[in-house]
Every structure is written in structure tokens, then in C-alpha cells.
């Protein structure tokens, strides 16, 4: 064990970087040498017998570290006890976190996001393989070695873009402490954490973590720079549902594809719509494939991942999309077989894993068809509710049609009211139909999660089950024009029976809609 050594002596501390369940980050001056240097101090007393397997992985993985020589990896300098307990001492990075970057800018060029790909996959491919990627002819022939550093806690704060000595961009990888080199004898508290949203789907299983999850939690950070979000998104960290809906989307839902969330986001930035991907086919199905569920179908490592993006800047893979680049990014996407599950998130506080085949599609659908022919004269109720619907559609075509087909103020708000309560009166297949035609839902709906054909089975395996109440209470128009942005905030109730009585869900509307070329185009829900 090193020598304790007193706090005042070394360090002058400037300011607290971060902290966290296992340590804290503290911006200090060395005094040995006078430089500013990042300290790490873990959360434990080397006195603790307890602790003694924790402290000897604390050592044995420093030593791993200060191995690591790359530019893009946050270079160690010593580790130290410092009032008894363990610390590194690290290189000080300053600039911004690619969180920081995407949050102000909402989504990255895809030139941007292919040099810090280059970059990361480089520092991992030293993490992963012990090889620098700059020493050429060597890169084929690199092996993963039996002791590969796993970071293990990937996300997009913990990239920072820096500056090199020559004023050239840098992307660092920071924060390893919780990497490991074996993972037999990591303990599972490692194995377990990290940043949600940016989890292997292993780690939510507890079970063996590897280099490819990495991997997965990197094919993340492309996914979000690109997107503007990463694919299954939480708000709150404490919420157990939000963590269980997440849990379940990133076990069993598939990937939202990259190129319909990228389009979504530039719409909503910049009020453009692409006419088609501005980023290579390659780079989207390298992102796919690193966001395989199953560890042994990504990339091994780091020098695989690097490997294959340089393949892909030197035009050895398909920079050209195809001739329908959504259907195409939908087959490369997870899409679900007849065996495999989809996830229901009708309302925020279920979160359940259903199973639907075609053929059990198919034969619901002609069993109900039998059905309302057979009840058409008991239940002449559904004609009035398809004749409310019906109305509301022919109110939004009025409204449509006004001031030379441009979408001002007043019309957009009579659309919007128009479209929710159309949708609070679709409570049979006749009148589902009938609001998913109008309104030309959008290909990829709450969040990403559905597709067309999914939400329409979903709308119309509620049917009879549940009543609605939708209460708007503000429409705030942020863009007129055409295309035309609208916030929607307002209350919907829930009922299971069809009395209206306890409502069994009371959630809020918070709801960003897009309208263009007289449509309701998509509707993103907050």
C-alpha cells in the first residue's frame, strides 16, 4: 500500500469538477510542479478491511491506465492515499462535453460526428487491443488480448472536445472509474452501472460485460449525435417506471431508425424537411450494428469499430442510400418477427411486454369485421360516433381551405382542436381508420416507438376497453406558416368501462405537432 500522504502538502484545490456514488472530481494545482491537474479521490478508506478486494482492483486497474497512451483517452499520471484514501492523479481536460454540444445544437453534421467516431474508436481501439490504430500495417493484425481494458461507462459527458498545442480539435475519452480489466473478478456493482440510456443490454440482465459493451454504449453516442437524442429516452432518473419502460425497450423494443429521428429533429430545428439522408449508408449501418442486442454480432472492439470506419471513409462500403431510404432503414433497424416482442407504452405508468403475430393480426381483424356486421342494428350508437368524427374531419377541410390554403393562427388552432377531438371519438375500427387517413400520422410516433402499422394495431386493440376525456388547455402557435410548428398542453382521463366512472389513467398532453402542406404531419410526443 502507498504511503498516506496529507492533502495540504500536494494539493491546491481550484475548484469540484463532479462527483458521484463512487467519487468526486476536483480541479487542482500540484504543487510539486505547479500545473493544474484533474484529482480523483474514491469514496473509500484504505483501512477498511471490507474493502480490501475493492482497493486491490482499484491498484490493479491503475496500473492498466497509466499504460493507456493515446490522444483521445484522458492520460493518468500517479495515483496517490491521500488521507487514507485512494486517488488519481489525471490530466486535466478543458473544453465541452459532446452532451453540451448536442444539447445546444440538437444534432451534429455528419462530418463532425465521423471524425470524433475516428477519434473515440482509435482511443478504444488502445483501451480494447493494448495498439496505437497511427502505427499502420499493424492494425490488421492487432488481437484482443485476454486483459482488455473495459471502460464501461460510455455516454456523451463523458467525451470532451478539446484543443490540441497546433489549435486542432480533440475528443477525449474521460472518466474511467469504472473500467476494469478482468471481468470475472470485477465486482457487480461495476458491471451494473453507468449512465442509463447508454447501458448494453447485457449490463440490465447482470450479465458478462465485455469490450462489445463498449461497443453498444458508443453505438449510443452516434445514435444521439446524429438524432438528437439517444434511442430510448428518460427523463427522470428516480422515476422506477421510466427505468423498467427503458429497461424493457432496450431488452426487447427495436431501434428507433437513425435517419426518420435526424429528419424529425431537423424539422423541429431548423423548419426544413430533408428530402433525403445527409449522412453515408455506412455510417448508419455501422451504428446499427454496434446496437445489436446480441454482444457477438457487433464489433469485437475497438479496433474493429476504428477498422471499419476507415473502410467507410475510404469509399470500400455504400455511401449511397437506397431508392427509399426509410423502408431501407427499417430493414436495418431491429424489426420484430412473429416470435419476437414489442413493447406497449400506452400510458406512462404501465410498462408490459406483449407478443402480436400477423397471423393472429389477421385473424382479430376478421373476427371483429364478423362482429360489427353482426351488431350493426344493436349498437347504432358506433354510426353517431363515426358521423362526430366524420364532422370533426370535414371542419379541419373548411379550415384547410380558408385564406388561399395558408396556415394562419386562428385556422391552425380549429385544426388542432379538431384533430383531439376526433381522436377522443375514435372508439371503433371504422372511425380509427378514418383519423389515421385524415391526419396522416406520422411514420414513427410517441417518441419513436411506433410505426404506422404498430400504432394502428395498438389504437385498435383499445377498442371498447377504454373511453377518453381529452381537456386542451393551450395551443401555442411558435411558427406560422407552412410549415407550421404548434405546442399543444392538456389533461386526458382514461376510462375502462364506457360509463365514464374512475378513471383508471390521468395523464397530462404535452404534445409538439408539425403542419404542412395543410396536414397534420407529425406529432412528437413530449
Known amino acids: 500500500m502507498k504511503e498516506n500522504i496529507v492533502w495540504d502538502e500536494m494539493f491546491e484545490p481550484l475548484d469540484e469538477i463532479g462527483s ?18 484533474a484529482l480523483k479521490i474514491m469514496n473509500f478508506d484504505v483501512t477498511d478491511k471490507s474493502r480490501e478486494a475493492e482497493l486491490n482492483d482499484f491498484y490493479r486497474e491503475v496500473e492498466f491506465l497509466k499504460k493507456l497512451n493515446h490522444e483521445s483517452i484522458v492520460r493518468i499520471i500517479d495515483d496517490f492515499v491521500i488521507d487514507q484514501k485512494p486517488a488519481i492523479l489525471m490530466e486535466y481536460v478543458e473544453g465541452e462535453s459532446l452532451a453540451q454540444i448536442i444539447r445546444h445544437n440538437r444534432y451534429l453534421p455528419a462530418e463532425e460526428v465521423i471524425e470524433i467516431a475516428l477519434q473515440v474508436s482509435a482511443g478504444l481501439m488502445t483501451c480494447h487491443n493494448n495498439a496505437d490504430p497511427n502505427l499502420s500495417g499493424l492494425i490488421s493484425d492487432t488481437k484482443m488480448p485476454s486483459q482488455a481494458i473495459i471502460h464501461n461507462d460510455i455516454h456523451s459527458k463523458n467525451i470532451i472536445k478539446t484543443s490540441r498545442a497546433d489549435g486542432t480539435i480533440q475528443y477525449k475519452l474521460i472518466d474511467f472509474g469504472l473500467s476494469f480489466a478482468d471481468p470475472e473478478k470485477a465486482s457487480k456493482e461495476l458491471k451494473i452501472h453507468g449512465m442509463k440510456e447508454f447501458k448494453a443490454p447485457e449490463k440490465w440482465k447482470e450479465e458478462k460485460v465485455s469490450t462489445q459493451s463498449d461497443i453498444y454504449s458508443f453505438g449510443v453516442v452516434l445514435y444521439e449525435m446524429l438524432a438528437g437524442q439517444v434511442p430510448f429516452p428518460i427523463s ?50 455501422l451504428i446499427m450494428k454496434c446496437l445489436e442486442k446480441e454482444p457477438s454480432k457487433r464489433y469485437r472492439s475497438g479496433k474493429d469499430l476504428n477498422d ?22 427499417l430493414k436495418n433497424s431491429e424489426i420484430k418477427t412473429d416470435e419476437e416482442s414489442t413493447i406497449d407504452i400506452s400510458t406512462p405508468n404501465q410498462s408490459r411486454q406483449t407478443t402480436e403475430t400477423s397471423e393472429f393480426y389477421q385473424a382479430f ?72 387517413n385524415e391526419f396522416e400520422f406520422p411514420v414513427y410516433y410517441y417518441n419513436g416507438m411506433y410505426t404506422r402499422q404498430e400504432f394502428r394495431n395498438f389504437y385498435i386493440s383499445k377498442l371498447n376497453a ?12 411558435v411558427k406560422a406558416g407552412n410549415p407550421a410548428l404548434v405546442r399543444v398542453h392538456g389533461k386526458l382521463k382514461t376510462y375502462k368501462n364506457a360509463n365514464g366512472t374512475k378513471p383508471n ?22
Open 236 to 285: 427522470d432518473y428516480d422515476d422506477l417506471t421510466q427505468e423498467l419502460r427503458l429497461k424493457n425497450q432496450v431488452l426487447f423494443g427495436k431501434i428507433p431508425p437513425v435517419w426518420s429521428i435526424r429528419k424529425n429533429t431537423i424539422e423541429r430545428t431548423d423548419f426544413v424537411t430533408p428530402e433525403e439522408p445527409d449522412f453515408p449508408y455506412w455510417l448508419n449501418n
Open 505 to 526: 389513467y390521468v395523464g397530462e398532453i404535452r404534445d409538439e405537432i408539425i403542419m404542412s402542406d395543410k396536414k397534420i404531419k407529425r406529432i412528437v410526443k413530449q
Open 365 to 436: 381483424m376478421a373476427r371483429k369485421e364478423k362482429e360489427n356486421e353482426r351488431k350493426k342494428t344493436k349498437k347504432r350508437t358506433r354510426m353517431w360516433v363515426v358521423i362526430l368524427l366524420a364532422l370533426a374531419l370535414v371542419t379541419v377541410g373548411v379550415f384547410l381551405t380558408k385564406n388561399d390554403g395558408k396556415l394562419v393562427k386562428a385556422n391552425i388552432e380549429e385544426q388542432i382542436r379538431a384533430y383531439y377531438k376526433a381522436d377522443e371519438a375514435a372508439i371503433n375500427a371504422e372511425s380509427v381508420e378514418m383519423l389515421l
Open 308 to 329: 471499419e470506419i476507415h473502410k467507410g471513409i475510404t469509399r470500400q462500403l455504400a455511401d449511397e442510400w437506397p431508392d427509399n431510404p426509410e423502408f431501407e432503414d
Open 466 to 477: 377504454e373511453k377518453k376525456e381529452i381537456t386542451l388547455t393551450d395551443i401555442t402557435v
Open 20 to 37: 458521484g456514488g463512487f467519487s468526486r472530481v476536483l480541479k487542482i494545482r500540484y504543487k510539486p510542479d505547479g500545473k493544474i491537474y
